[in-house]
């Protein structure tokens, strides 16, 4: 592992995760880099989360505890918890998925031994009857992305550096100089757009393929509950982006 001493905010928004979160904070606590903070962000549970997750910070000291006064979202608690980091990188897991040990401690490499304003690493989804995977366990080196091939990556679906939010970590001074924010109005895409904004703002992109991410399809999730006017928002939110991209590339 690289010498890294700098430290890495981890956002993990929680709301009525209580069948997974316990699972999900012992795994994110095995990180192979000690220097890293964890912001757990209570959007108003309703059930034992919030009890979950006091008992995990009260034992984990590097695991801080926000409660959000009311519910107000995903998009909300991952504001409260942007404002709450002090580190060089803000990274974002979401509290019923899996990560890698060495998780924190890649993505905080990328962003202070490369330079870089955007680090990505490689991921995995699992579902009740799929896999999907970005994994090229044979490549183990950081490449370098052009900031046209990262506006292309991020504003489709299906690339394998993508527009989430949770296999990325983001340089925190181009996030508050930029006034990169998630969109507490969307109820669908608000990664995807916070994603493609901090691009279009950033300069330097590197990408790690190995996948340390491992994203958990759990039933109930936005993505299995999509509306139709979900769906139309969605289609609205990637032409926002193209059009953020467009823009971000003529200057």
């Known amino acids: 592992m690289a010498n890294l001493e700098t430290l890495l905010d981890i956002v993990v928004p ?26 757990l962000v209570d959007d108003h549970s309703s059930d034992d989360t919030l009890a979950i997750a006091q008992d995990f910070s009260k034992a984990h000291p590097q695991f801080e505890l926000i409660q959000l006064p009311e519910h107000q979202g995903a998009s909300a608690a991952r504001n409260a918890g942007i404002e709450a980091a002090t580190g060089i990188g803000v990274a974002f897991v979401d509290g019923d998925d899996q990560v890698d040990p060495e998780y924190a401690s890649k993505l905080a490499e990328g962003l202070i031994n490369y330079s870089a304003d955007i680090a990505a690493v490689g991921y995995t989804w699992f579902g009740p009857v799929s896999y999907h995977s970005f994994d090229r366990l044979r490549f183990t080196r950081w490449d370098e992305i052009s900031k046209p091939n990262m506006l292309d990556s991020v504003t489709r679906h299906g690339t394998e550096v993508g527009g989430y939010i949770w296999n990325k970590a983001f340089r925190r001074t181009m996030l508050n100089d930029a006034k990169v924010r998630f969109d507490t109005q969307l109820q669908i895409a608000e990664d995807y757009l916070f994603t ?56």
């Open 14 to 39: 929680m709301y009525n995760l209580s069948g997974y979160l316990e699972k999900s904070l012992a795994n994110l606590a095995k990180q192979d880099y000690d220097n890293y903070h964890v912001i």
């Open 196 to 251: 493609t904004e901090a691009a279009a703002a950033g300069n330097k992109f590197v990408y790690y393929a190995k996948a340390l991410y491992h994203k958990v399809n759990r039933p109930g999730s936005t993505i299995h509950s999509r509306t139709y006017k979900m769906r139309v928002q969605e289609e609205e939110v990637f032409a926002k982006m193209g059009e953020i991209a467009r823009d971000s590339l003529r200057h």
